[in-house]
């Protein structure tokens, strides 16, 4: 009946009188409406109200009246706010009960979200990209389109949240959050030492309640006694309370004295909707005989001890006892580590247990099958689920890493298996990942939403519609890298099913480039630029070149289009294309150190670029390698790290700085972790120099060197695995110290080894005299390895450092 009666009103030109029966807000650049604040209102509200008019005065040009009633005869805004508990807090309605009359009905919260709404939808504004105190993009960089005339469409319009519990994506753009409809109704993770065994109660005069305490290497551990009076500020309090040890489940007195301390902390805050449970920070599960017998041996689905069922049980326990008093208490526990895994029994309904892995992972269907079948078993013992996610760019990676569908898809699964609560730890800091940020948050909000169109949508408003095809492929070339067949082959891909995939490592995950990979990225950067017609439009294409420039610096620098995806130079060919871009390389380094946008990653990629230089040490005896060695070693410029190494690998002298490095003679030997004893033995197994070297499954060296002589200091080592490791990774690093405090680290880490072939590898250190006005006092070098099987031994063997100033 209703196209019968539409379509002849159309057909008849009735459409402009139909338009204009829509609630007009704007005409002629003049306001239509005022805004009456409701009687009962409060501080969330009237934020959201003044942000509302900041913001549609930036494309209107002017302010609506707010009002404390409705004016006669004009249009009204009004806002029927109703109180709502977290679950319910993010709905939102808009209607029109009468012909003067928009009302917005919402909750204290999701009043800012209908007001986001009238802004995204009808304004036409794009908050593109999240600010926060340590960015500036100098002016606005956000998208205001002017408003002359504006109306809105009679129609009910209802929403509410997918993610309803909670939705971050980064803790560090506070304030700008609620532009993206985030929403952190819960605190932070690990804080226990704050919710249930208070740092303010025990931490001053060490008066941890001794069955609350673990057993740790045989030993009782005691958290440390405070240093002088605890910070106000409880996150600074905490500080490393929350690290390195967990309570011991098996005492019952543990759950005794967590109950009494919840409900004395419930007691004196009314208002405290959250209990958080989570287990602390870096392992330090209990190993007293009853934990012992409680865990079995047992290991979870991340290859963890698995404390499942005397953790969860001790949070279950706890909730019920608290809940008699405190119905509307959650309690958030991390389900990470050692407690990954569901426990075998039900939990109560106000328990919400925080799945934390990698999601991205999943892209592997071996991973993926395995944790769907963990998702699948948490659905069945909790009724809510939250989960903790990574997904790391600018700080860790060169390259932007994107999977805009599979991601959204990935949380689509989330959603559909019970998960309500989802948080991102990323860097949502810069403009290095284009939509990531702004996707993850539209995605949390309406997981329905289409991926493609949020990207295609954010695109066309940063560049303008004929820039942003070129800014998509741009976009989708990451895509693509991310899944293609060779990043399966890089050792970055090993980390797999690690808690989140390897951090910090500079060099492996961009290898699986291929030549004129860059090239092709530069082209359609370039068409980016060209192409962007407003000046917004150019200042943000401007931007995305630079942080396009990055990933580009970085490949040149670091030889990833040479480099095989298995970190190996595939032939002497190759080895001399590699030497002949070292020119190219070094021009690189310098572009990305002056980069304005280099402040998220690393920058200086010099020493990354000459640990890469030693993948061409197999074909040093070829002569036309040689002959490209000759040529760099007479460029004026070639930085005196890259100039040792060369000389070095010639044959060229300088005294070894670490004695015995070698391990030819009985001592000195290197000593294990903080000058403890030496996790491994001397060996006569294998050695790439000499008749000795270390052996251990579980390495851990460390030698301790005096600061006696600044300078550029070369480290050459060699280890060896007789077989594969599956998860097994060797990691060296150096550490700068002022009287026994540590200062500095440079990292190489998350290698694995060949089997059965020495293999060398090199790192830089510069030793400088002071740091932050702090005489350096000594510095040390560990080189250690993490998860390989007992039975799979690693040996390091030929410890070479050499001061390249004294080379002769
Ligand atoms: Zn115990």
């Excluded at 959050?177 to 690990?190: A, D, P, Q």
């Excluded at 992972?361 to 948490?378: G, H, N, S």
């Excluded at 595939?570 to 946008?597: M, Q, R, Y």
């Amino acid at each position: 009946m209703k196209k019968m009666i539409w379509a002849p009103l159309i057909v008849s030109g009735f459409l402009f009188q139909l338009a204009a029966s829509d609630f007009e807000l704007v005409k002629d650049g003049r306001s239509q409406a005022a805004i009456v604040r409701p009687s009962d209102r409060n501080k969330e509200v009237d934020e959201a109200i003044s942000f509302f008019n900041a913001e549609a005065e930036k494309c209107v040009g002017r302010k609506f009246d707010v009002l404390e009633a409705a004016p006669r005869e004009k249009n009204s805004i009004v806002l029927n706010v109703r109180k709502a508990s977290i679950p319910e807090d993010d709905f939102f309605a808009i209607d029109f009960p009468d012909k003067n009359t928009m009302q917005i009905t919402c909750s204290d919260r999701s009043a800012r979200w209908a007001f986001n709404h009238l802004l995204e939808k009808y304004f036409g504004v794009r908050w593109l990209f999240a600010r926060n105190a340590h960015d500036s993009y100098e002016g606005e960089i956000n998208h205001y389109p002017p408003v002359k005339n504006l109306a809105v469409p009679r129609k009910k319009f209802e929403k509410n949240s997918s993610f309803n519990l909670y939705r971050c994506v980064d803790f560090r753009f506070t304030g700008f959050e609620k532009n993206w409809n985030l929403k952190r109704s819960f605190t932070g993770i690990h804080c226990m030492v704050i919710d249930v065994f208070p740092v303010y109660k025990y931490a001053l005069d060490q008066s941890w309640p001794a069955e609350i305490l673990p057993v740790i290497k045989g030993e009782k551990y005691i958290p440390p006694k405070a240093k002088g009076p605890l910070s106000k500020n409880i996150w600074l309090a905490r500080g490393n309370y929350c690290i390195g040890w967990q309570p011991c489940w098996s005492n019952p007195k543990t759950t005794g004295i967590a109950i009494e301390n919840i409900l004395e902390i419930l007691a004196k805050n009314p208002d405290k909707h959250e209990i958080n449970m989570d287990v602390n920070d870096c392992r330090g599960f209990c190993e007293c005989p009853e934990c012992l017998k409680a865990v079995k041996g047992k290991t979870n689905t991340i290859g963890c001890a698995d404390y499942s069922e005397l953790y969860w049980k001790w949070v279950n326990d706890v909730a019920a006892a608290v809940a008699r008093k405190y119905p509307n208490v959650y309690f958030t526990a991390i389900a990470y580590t050692e407690v990954t895994d569901p426990p075998s029994f039900k939990l109560c309904p106000n328990v919400i247990p925080r799945v934390c892995l990698e999601l991205t992972a999943m892209l592997d269907p071996a991973v993926y099958a395995k944790r769907m079948k963990m998702f699948k078993k948490w659905g069945e013992k909790a009724s809510l689920l939250a989960y903790y996610d990574y997904s790391y760019g600018a700080s860790w990676y060169l390259f932007p890493r994107l999977y805009f569908g599979m991601h959204s898809e990935l949380l689509k699964m989330l959603h559909a298996n019970q998960f309500r609560s989802v948080f991102i730890e990323s860097d949502a800091v810069n403009a290095f990942e284009g939509p990531k940020h702004y996707l993850f948050s539209k995605m949390l909000w309406d997981v329905n939403s289409d991926p493609e169109e949020i990207v295609m949508d954010w695109c066309n408003h940063a560049v303008g519609k004929k820039a942003a095809p070129f800014l998509r492929d741009y976009y989708r070339f990451w895509e693509e890298y991310w899944v293609r067949p060779e990043i399966e082959k890089t050792q970055w891909y090993n980390t797999l099913e690690q808690i989140y995939m390897q951090g910090g490592e500079k060099s492996t995950h961009t290898f699986a480039l291929k030549v004129g990979d860059m090239e092709k990225c530069r082209k359609l950067m370039e068409k980016v630029v060209q192409h962007a017609g407003t000046p917004l439009e150019k200042k943000r294409a401007a931007i995305f070149m630079k942080n396009f420039e990055l990933s580009e610096s970085a490949a040149k620098a670091l030889f990833s289009e040479i480099i095989q995806p298995d970190s190996t130079v595939a032939s002497a060919s190759d080895a001399v294309t590699l030497l002949k871009s070292v020119p190219e390389a070094l021009v690189h380094i310098g572009k990305f150190k002056e980069n304005p946008w280099n402040r998220h990653v690393t920058k200086d990629l010099l020493p990354f670029s000459v640990a890469n230089l030693r993948l061409i040490m197999p074909y040093m005896n070829d002569n036309a390698v040689r002959a490209e060695i000759d040529k760099l070693l007479a460029l004026p410029n070639l930085p005196p790290e890259m100039k040792g190494q060369f000389k070095l690998w010639l044959g060229a002298e300088a005294g070894n700085v670490i004695p015995n490095g070698s391990f030819e003679e009985p001592s000195p030997l290197p000593t294990g972790w903080d000058g403890s004893k030496l996790p491994g033995s001397r060996s006569s197994d294998y050695a790439s120099d000499g008749k000795y070297s270390i052996k251990s499954s579980y390495l851990m060296c460390e030698f301790t060197l005096p600061a006696k002589k600044p300078g550029t200091y070369f480290l050459m080592f060699d280890a060896f695995a007789p077989k594969t490791s599956v998860e097994g990774r060797l990691n060296y690093m150096f550490t700068l110290r002022t009287k026994k405090q540590n200062r500095n680290h440079t990292y190489y880490r998350d290698i694995s080894l060949p089997a059965n072939k020495w293999q060398t590898f090199t790192g830089m250190l510069y030793l400088p005299l002071e740091q932050s006005g702090k005489m350096i006092d000594n510095f040390q070098i560990h080189i250690y390895t993490r998860k390989f099987e007992p039975d799979c031994p690693v040996y390091i063997d030929h410890v070479r450092l050499y001061r390249l100033e004294d080379l002769k």
